[in-house]
């Protein structure tokens, strides 16, 4: 069983209740929550939410009844790692079966598609790592353009190589860690503390489908984003 995941707490200090707030005709968690549903590779779907009404929103629509996240998930400083343990345990006795992969998808990244889940899946299933990472190339790079200061104040590189690096082409791989599609070993949730203890692979996803939303400016971008999205798969 692939069991597919959303966490959706009720707290938002940069947009208010974001996680239900509406963009482009829908609540936020909706543009996830569909996707899994819509994914014939995904057997059954779990919400992890302290907030009763997106609770009772995402079982009407088909997610398995767990129950609310225990309050001391239910926090700003609760760690994603617990939240992903707690919904496995609670996802597998809902549905009576055992989950060969846990599939997570964060709600404030409404961009992806659904060939990036795809994607993640079969890089987990062919790969067979602890864990897949969806990432994105980054913007800026510490071998050639990302700078520090020094205890006088003078500006270096942040991650120096002998000879230096001068074109952006020449500096090592750099991957931004894209808070949107993660696949993890049921195995490895359970017996790890954190997720980088074993071996975590990159899904890499186009940077304009990671914009993660956390502030009033990120869901303006992705409001306009996502129209244009969709105005392209009408003019298909």
Same mark, same amino acid.
């Given at each position: 069983?692939?069991?597919?995941?959303i966490g959706?707490?009720k707290?938002?200090?940069? %947009?208010?209740?974001?996680?239900f707030?509406?963009?482009?005709?829908?609540p936020l968690?909706?543009? &996830?929550l569909d996707?899994?549903?819509?994914?014939?590779?995904?057997?059954? %779907?779990?919400?992890?939410?302290d907030?009763e009404?997106i609770?009772a929103?995402?079982v009407?629509?088909? $997610?398995?009844d767990?129950?609310?996240?225990?309050?001391?998930?239910?926090t700003?400083?609760a760690?994603?790692?617990? %939240?992903?343990?707690?919904?496995?345990?609670?996802g597998?006795?809902?549905?009576?079966r055992?989950a060969? $992969?846990?599939?997570?998808?964060?709600?404030? &990244?409404?961009?992806?598609?659904?060939?990036?889940?795809?994607?993640?899946?079969?890089?987990?299933?062919n790969?067979k790592p602890?864990?897949?990472?969806?990432?994105?190339e980054?913007?800026?790079?510490?071998?050639?353009?990302? %700078?520090? /200061?020094?205890?006088?104040?003078?500006?270096h590189?942040?991650? /120096?190589? /002998?000879g230096?690096?001068?074109?952006?082409?020449? $500096? /090592?791989?750099?991957?931004?860690? $894209?808070?949107?599609?993660?696949?993890?070993d049921?195995d490895?949730?359970?017996?790890?503390?954190?997720?980088?203890e074993?071996?975590?692979?990159?899904?890499?996803?186009p940077?304009e489908?990671?914009?993660d939303i956390? &502030?009033?400016?990120?869901?303006?971008?992705?409001?306009?984003?996502?129209?244009d999205?969709?105005?392209?798969?009408?003019?298909?």
């Amino acid at each position: 069983m692939i069991l597919g995941h959303i966490g959706a707490r009720k707290g938002s200090k940069g %947009v208010v209740r974001k996680n239900f707030k509406e963009l482009g005709g829908k609540p936020l968690i909706d543009w &996830s929550l569909d996707q899994l549903f819509a994914h014939p590779m995904v057997d059954a %779907v779990v919400v992890s939410t302290d907030d009763e009404e997106i609770y009772a929103h995402a079982v009407a629509k088909g $997610a398995l009844d767990i129950g609310l996240r225990p309050a001391h998930l239910a926090t700003d400083a609760a760690p994603k790692w617990g %939240v992903w343990q707690h919904a496995l345990e609670a996802g597998q006795n809902a549905a009576g079966r055992t989950a060969s $992969a846990f599939l997570d998808l964060d709600c404030t &990244s409404p961009l992806r598609q659904p060939e990036d889940i795809t994607g993640a899946l079969k890089l987990f299933q062919n790969d067979k790592p602890d864990m897949v990472m969806s990432v994105c190339e980054a913007r800026k790079n510490p071998y050639f353009n990302l %700078v520090e /200061p020094d205890e006088t104040g003078a500006l270096h590189v942040s991650k /120096p190589l /002998p000879g230096g690096v001068w074109a952006r082409q020449a $500096a /090592p791989t750099v991957y931004e860690h $894209a808070a949107s599609t993660y696949v993890v070993d049921p195995d490895y949730l359970r017996n790890a503390s954190t997720i980088y203890e074993g071996r975590v692979v990159p899904f890499e996803m186009p940077a304009e489908r990671c914009i993660d939303i956390d &502030s009033p400016l990120d869901f303006a971008m992705v409001e306009f984003l996502l129209a244009d999205f969709l105005k392209r798969d009408e003019d298909k």
